[in-house]
């Protein structure tokens, strides 16, 4: 009885401890509440992946990778119908409008675009060279859904898990890398 | 007036950048492409856009504010209104106001504590203007922030910590573009970290903008592009940053450029 009453209370102050702010941690929040309301909310807003490759800066311990990747497949959604490869010209348009794909602010795609950046592989004539199979279609789809599936922390955001678009709009953006008529692979070698 | 006349201008140089873009095979190298700029403005103009906002900066440096004082009775670190090589060891830990500010935080302070303004009266861009004015005596100086007062290390803790924290809807941070991909281009932007200099340019003209930008426009600038919301200016989460990036770029030895710089 007694022995279950002193462990009854360890854990509470057990929790109590764990659920108490740090005082560095207090101090940053500070910091950003600072900067006003809106700042602060999308700061601290962080989710539980955020927050992980935020304490490992980026390169998360070996033995974290298993579940975090797992979490992470666990948000991709698929298309109705589960149609992988939409149509490339809708992929096309969302892949270069920079308030919603922006990939080339990192990425090369049709070889006629030259302000594309440096940051992320070189994706000219990348259908051309890894053709349409189902096997490219799932991998390309799900990196384009939620790269933190393949890749923890990398500078890649997850474009359909955050809303940047739907389901069937990550189809199309497959479609634009991968069609033959696409841009991307028409004019390639 | 001669923003009028500098503005008239500057429609015309955009045109032909524009022309020059939309002709352009390979993409254009920015840094050239900035120096292309500086020289058309010299050639046309005789003046750099800088050297206005310098020059404007002056004249509210020494206006006389509510109090009859100047931000000559300002002590940027250096005893007050020394202003030579002030710039390169901001931000700073000062004692009056007892916190940490950088040279614009500065400004904003001693416009209220020393001349006697309200908050509500300082107007932005007159603070980006004496930041220029100020910065341009510490033009091509040797980088100097060494955070040793127990607040400058607190904050310097608090920017790394800013440096690495990934938010918003595009799960960004500083350092994996800055850190990670030194070297390499957003679009056509080139990325540096911290170490490589980082910062150095800042205040800027950036005549793809046609304003000046100091280092928390630029930092500003920075989080609305990863979708997170501006801090309000003068706010902590700049000054901590500030602080981060000028030290890392202190340590590897870094200078700053001509201030204020002409940059896209």
């Known amino acids: 009885m007694k022995r279950k009453g002193i462990l009854v209370v360890g854990l509470l102050l057990l929790g109590l401890g764990l659920s108490q702010v740090g005082p560095f941690r207090a101090r940053l929040e500070a910091a950003v509440r600072d900067g006003g309301t809106e700042f602060a909310r999308v700061m601290l807003a962080q989710d539980k992946a955020q927050a992980l490759c935020t304490q490992y800066r980026d390169k998360l311990p070996a033995d974290l990778i298993p579940t975090f990747l797992a979490e992470q497949r666990a948000l991709i959604q698929y298309p109705e119908g589960g149609k992988l490869m939409g149509d490339w010209r809708k992929g096309q348009e969302i892949f270069t409008d920079p308030r919603r794909g922006n990939c080339y602010a990192c990425h090369s795609g049709d070889p006629d675009e030259v302000a594309y950046g440096t940051i992320g592989p070189d994706l000219r004539g990348y259908g051309a060279s890894r053709g349409q199979g189902e096997a490219v279609q799932r991998y390309v789809y799900e990196v384009v859904y939620n790269a933190w599936a393949y890749f923890p922390c990398s500078l890649m955001y997850r474009g359909g898990v955050q809303g940047h678009f739907t389901p069937e709009e990550a189809a199309h953006i497959v479609a634009f890398l991968l069609d033959p008529e696409s841009p991307v692979n028409r004019r390639s070698k | 007036m001669k923003r009028?006349?500098?503005?008239?201008?500057?429609?015309?140089?955009?045109?032909?950048?524009?022309?020059?873009?939309?002709?352009?095979?390979?993409?254009?190298?920015?840094?050239?492409?900035?120096?292309?700029?500086?020289?058309?403005?010299?050639?046309?103009?005789?003046?750099?856009?800088?050297?206005?906002?310098?020059?404007?900066?002056?004249?509210?440096?020494?206006?006389k504010g509510p109090s009859g004082k100047t931000l000559e009775a300002c002590d940027f670190g250096k005893g007050p209104g020394v202003l030579e090589g002030a710039y390169a060891q901001l931000p700073k830990y000062f004692p009056d106001s007892k916190r940490v500010e950088d040279l614009e935080t500065r400004i904003y302070t001693c416009m209220q504590t020393v001349q006697g303004y309200k908050p509500q009266e300082i107007k932005r861009d007159e603070v980006r203007a004496i930041t220029a004015y100020v910065a341009s005596f510490s033009s091509k100086a040797r980088m100097q922030v060494v955070p040793k007062h127990p607040a400058e290390l607190a904050m310097y803790n608090l920017g790394r910590e800013l440096w690495y924290w990934r938010a918003g809807n595009r799960d960004m941070n500083c350092a994996s573009c800055h850190d990670r991909y030194a070297g390499r281009r957003v679009r056509l932007s080139p990325l540096r970290s911290p170490s490589q200099g980082l910062g150095s340019e800042w205040p800027a003209y950036r005549f793809e903008a046609d304003k000046l930008y100091t280092m928390q426009d630029r930092i500003a600038f920075c989080y609305e592009s990863i979708g997170i919301p501006k801090p309000a200016y003068y706010s902590e989460s700049y000054i901590a940053l500030t602080v981060y990036i000028l030290a890392e770029a202190t340590k590897a030895g870094h200078s700053f450029e001509e201030l204020p710089f002409f940059t896209r």
Do not use: C, N
């Open chain 2, 4 to 63: 009028i006349y500098h503005l008239l201008g500057l429609s015309l140089v955009a045109l032909g950048a524009l022309f020059a873009y939309t002709q352009g095979q390979k993409p254009l190298d920015p840094f050239e492409e900035a120096m292309r700029q500086r020289q058309m403005y010299l050639e046309t103009f005789g003046v750099l856009p800088g050297e206005l906002y310098v020059e404007e900066g002056k004249e509210l440096f020494y206006r």
